[in-house]
């Protein structure tokens, strides 16, 4: 190849990568209902917290993410409970809105529930931003874990708090 074509070929790539990603980009949709999909969510940038938020939460969703079968999933489909298929990729990446890049697949948790990869960063920074009823899967998750995996912390005393003012938005909120 000559020097001209490698520029024209890269930039053929480039376009076609910022074209995927724009795509996957504007039809992204957030999901917190009853389902098995968890944390698709958006939350604002703005209200991003500067100090992570690590705690057994936060480690068992990270454990469970790791032990995860990644594949596809139908979560923008309202009609859709909890479909997967395993193997599948995505044409695109994910960008949220403070930067972090979202992988190309799924992920299916030990428990079934369905989620990202941005799905830690989520809950270590936006927090007070996360729904009820998804609050409600990641404690579910969590016991999952220390039942499943008894090797983790089983004090959930810290973490059954009430849920503040901030974490009853509706998905349109998001």
């Known amino acids: 190849m000559t020097p001209m074509s490698c520029r024209a070929t890269a930039t053929a790539l480039f376009l076609a990568l910022l074209l995927a990603i724009t ?3 504007a039809t992204a949709k957030h999901r917190a209902d009853s389902s098995k999909y968890f944390l698709f969510i958006e939350p604002d940038v703005t209200k991003k917290s500067d100090a992570p938020v690590d705690d ?15 594949g596809t999933s139908d979560y923008s489909n309202p009609k859709c409970q909890g479909k997967f298929n395993v193997g599948s990729g995505y044409r695109g990446l994910y960008f949220s809105e403070d930067g972090q890049v979202s992988s190309a697949v799924d992920h299916r948790l030990p ?9 830690v960063h989520y809950v270590r920074f936006y927090r007070p931003q996360i729904p009820r009823t998804e609050m409600k899967k990641l404690k579910d998750l969590h016991g999952f874990m220390v039942k499943k995996y008894p090797g983790q912390s089983q004090n959930l005393a810290s973490i059954n708090q009430p849920p503040n003012s901030d974490q009853g938005e509706t998905e349109d909120d998001l």
Not at 111 to 119: E, F, P, R, V, Y
Request: aromatic share 0%; hydrophobic share 35%.
């Open 56 to 70: 057994e939460l936060t480690q068992s969703l990270e454990q469970a993410l790791s032990m995860a079968e990644t």
């Open 23 to 25: 795509t996957t980009r």
């Open 111 to 119: 428990n079934g529930l369905i989620t990202n990869s941005l799905s």
